[in-house]
């Protein structure tokens, strides 16, 4: 079984997806599936444990200071990889499975992952500042954000530009590592590995070698999460100049209940969302730009699931081998004024979710 998950993947807005596509031929497609959470760390926990947000009771509040097991009913629950452990499968995967930062890396097996470390995720590379590493990972990585970016649109966690945008900042240029390590860019042809690329080519690996034993992979990706620095060539493939703004009105929100704009203090105080920041910063030219560095991290995701289905499909194990490929939840474009998740609106709440199952006519099916 190759289970592959995508992060933030909104399918909706017309990225190029080929090999995605090509899954789909030969796949039962899932139309109106949803996530259980429209936020990494419970939607994680919920699809891993198969135990409801509204049955742990972790729904996200902080999620990077609750780890998931600090809940009652999530404490000792069994994960979908510790179940197949049980049965006699060889589990291991790559890349974000867990959120980041909740990684519980005692129900992998032997088949280990990149570095050696543990399955987690790698969202770098970062513009460097010149300043001394801290490795507080994952909330605290000490980046700038990119020269590129408006100044008060979004954190570093929501940067975006062309990877060959080497960055400069207080005299210092290049890229680093989340582990504080340098990201080497000389050109798209002479330049480090991206995490996901590296994701890509641990499973492509392993799928072309028979096994012994029945295997359950994960592939994680990062992308379309942010911050999306990915190769110019999937920024060339969509000009900003040529993207159109999705439906947006500017009193969308007048009519909800204000228990659904409420800060992250409960309270109900006016705050610039992120579409308006973006917007007061660079008008509608920052956020068509937006909406292209996404898309352009959609179809380098798409690389990198092809990637992964070729060597399946040209390797020994693809007439016995289920894939499965989905996302934890979506992302708003700028509808109902967000750039963000967290939201329960379609947008966020309905994912991908693909099945192929060789010995079952699924084939194109939805």
């Not at 959120?99 to 280990?112: A, C, F, L, P, R």
């Not at 080497?166 to 990201?183: A, E, L």
């Not at 999705?246 to 800060?263: F, M, T």
Request: charged share 20%; aromatic share 10%.
């Amino acid at each position: 079984i190759l289970i592959i998950i995508a992060d933030d993947l909104n399918l909706g807005h017309g990225a190029n997806t080929p090999n995605f596509d090509r899954l789909k031929q030969t796949s039962m497609q899932f139309t109106n599936a949803h996530c259980n959470a429209s936020i990494c760390g419970p939607s994680r926990a919920s699809f891993l444990t198969g135990i409801y947000p509204s049955s742990s009771g972790y729904f996200g509040y902080r999620q990077q200071e609750n780890h998931w097991r600090r809940f009652t009913a999530l404490k000792t629950a069994l994960t979908l990889m510790e179940t197949f452990k049980i049965e006699g499968y060889m589990v291991g995967g790559t890349g974000k499975i867990f959120h980041n930062g909740h990684e519980d890396q005692s129900v992998w097996s032997e088949i280990g992952s990149i570095s050696g470390s543990g399955v987690k995720p790698s969202f770098g590379p970062w513009p460097w500042d010149g300043k001394s590493w801290e490795p507080k990972y994952p909330t605290n990585i000490k980046a700038s954000l990119h020269p590129r970016n408006p100044g008060n649109a979004n954190s570093k966690w929501a940067a975006y530009a062309p990877l060959g945008d080497v960055p400069t900042i207080d005299g210092n240029t290049g890229w680093f590592n989340d582990d504080g390590s340098p990201f080497l860019y000389r050109s798209e042809s002479d330049r480090d590995t991206l995490p996901d690329e590296s994701n890509a080519e641990w499973a492509n690996a392993r799928l072309r070698k028979s096994h012994d034993t029945p295997f359950l992979m994960m592939v994680g990706f990062n992308r379309p999460h942010s911050p999306r620095y990915v190769p110019d060539k999937y920024f060339d493939m969509y000009p900003f100049e040529q993207e159109k703004l999705p439906a947006y009105l500017e009193d969308d929100l007048s009519d909800i209940p204000p228990i659904l704009i409420r800060q992250p203090d409960g309270t109900q105080k006016p705050q610039a969302s992120a579409l308006e920041r973006l917007l007061n910063s660079g008008g509608e030219t920052e956020w068509r730009k937006w909406i292209q560095s996404y898309k352009a991290s959609v179809t380098f995701l798409d690389d990198q699931l092809g990637k992964v289905l070729t060597a399946l499909d040209e390797g020994p194990n693809s007439e016995s081998t289920i894939v499965v490929f989905l996302s934890d939840h979506g992302f708003h474009m700028g509808e109902k004024n967000h750039l963000a998740k967290t939201t329960t609106w379609d947008e966020v709440t309905r994912v991908p979710l693909t099945i192929r199952t060789p010995r079952v006519n699924n084939i194109g099916k939805t």
